[in-house]
C-alpha cells in the first residue's frame, strides 16, 4: 500500500503563485502524477514525474507556468504553479504508480491522495 498526503493548496489571486507538496509513504513507487478536476469538470491531467531519474512530462495548459519535482530523502513530490489563472482553480490530487513507464491516463495510477483545493480569484 502507498499513503499520498497532499498540502499546500488555497486561495490565490490571479498572477499569483502556489506550491503543492505529495508526501508518499508506504510501499515504493516509480512515477507519480498530478491530476486536477475543475468545478463541473472532469479530472484531467497535469503532470508527472518518474521518481528514478526526474523524467517529468506537462499538459499542455501548464506547461511553461507549471513545475513538478521530487525530494528523494524526503519521498515528496511537489508542484510548483506559477502565473496561476482562475482556470486553474479545481480540486488538485497526486497519484501514484509502481510502474516506472510515465503516463496520462489517470487510471493506470493505483494510489491517490484525499485532493487539496486551489481556488484562483480574479
Known amino acids: 500500500q502507498v499513503q499520498l498526503l497532499e498540502s499546500g493548496g488555497g486561495g490565490v489571486q490571479a498572477g499569483g503563485s502556489l506550491r503543492l507538496s505529495c508526501a508518499a509513504s508506504?510501499?515504493?513507487?516509480?512515477?507519480l502524477g498530478w491530476f486536477r478536476q475543475p468545478p463541473g469538470k472532469e479530472r484531467e491531467f497535469v503532470a508527472t514525474?518518474?521518481?528514478?531519474?526526474?523524467?517529468?512530462t506537462y499538459a499542455d495548459s501548464v506547461k511553461g507556468r507549471f513545475t513538478v519535482s521530487r525530494d528523494n530523502a524526503k519521498n515528496t513530490v511537489y508542484l510548483q504553479m506559477n502565473s496561476l489563472t482562475p482556470e486553474d482553480t479545481a480540486v488538485y490530487y497526486c497519484?501514484?504508480?509502481?510502474?516506472?513507464?510515465?503516463?496520462?491516463?489517470?487510471?493506470?495510477?493505483?494510489?491517490w491522495g484525499q485532493g487539496t483545493q486551489v481556488t484562483v480569484s480574479r
Open positions: 508506504g510501499r515504493t513507487i516509480s512515477s
Open positions: 514525474i518518474r521518481w528514478d531519474g526526474g523524467f517529468t
Open positions: 497519484a501514484a504508480r509502481t510502474s516506472s513507464i510515465i503516463s496520462r491516463i489517470g487510471s493506470h495510477y493505483e494510489y
